[in-house]
């Protein structure tokens, strides 16, 4: 009898602290989110913006603080675009769009995560994959989460070396304007919970 009154106690404590538990799935809002990619060259600074990107974070409640479990973000590296098309044109060459129609990132490890009122801080590495060639990154950010953790939103910015990835910096005008190898990274991710 006690067997079963140990077995029952702890069968309820699993569901009613299920909370700290179980993870929960929260998609990226596109609405409220943007990717945008940052550069300069001979000639003039540059700006691109991916139009459109999925994303999947996978969080848990623990002691009543958020914990990621993992993260994948995914960029159709076609829909990475500016305002002219030549300019995209030559990013579509770069990027090898054709035989590599993917950037993806993939957390691998929480570097640090803080909480404090409702605004957060930290930093998570993982690989990121261009043009065929993947390397390991870290991406820092601040933002905030509403009281509920319904949603929660994130941003920063990281350089990066188009080189790093097998990219060669387009030219034009017969190799009259030259790209710059660094550009800057920034992002914002507004998630909300699934349902």
């Not at 999925?54 to 305002?83: A, H, M, Y």
């Not at 390991?136 to 080189?163: C, H, Q, W, Y």
Request: charged share 25%; aromatic share 8%; proline share 2%.
């Amino acid at each position: 009898m006690k067997k079963i009154l140990v077995i029952i106690t702890l069968t309820c404590s699993l569901i009613f602290s299920g909370s700290s538990l179980f993870a929960q799935d929260y998609q990226v809002d596109e609405s409220l989110s943007s990717i945008s990619l940052n550069g300069t060259s001979s000639l003039h600074d540059w700006h691109m913006r991916a139009s459109s990107f999925t994303g999947l974070f996978n969080l848990k409640t623990q002691e009543g603080e958020l914990v990621l479990k993992s993260v994948k973000i995914k960029v159709k590296s076609s829909d990475i675009t500016s305002s002219k098309n030549i300019m995209n044109r030559k990013a579509a060459d770069a990027l090898k769009t054709e035989k590599y129609p993917w950037i993806i990132f993939e957390m691998t490890k929480v570097e640090s995560l803080n909480f404090s009122k409702g605004k957060l801080s930290g930093s998570i590495k993982g690989n990121l994959s261009i043009a065929g060639v993947t390397r390991e990154v870290t991406f820092p950010f601040t933002g905030f989460r509403t009281a509920d953790n319904s949603v929660i939103s994130a941003e920063g910015s990281i350089k990066l070396k188009m080189t790093d990835y097998g990219v060669e910096p387009p030219e034009a005008l017969l190799g009259k304007v030259e790209t710059d190898d660094l550009f800057v990274l920034n992002y914002k991710v507004t998630l909300k919970k699934e349902n």
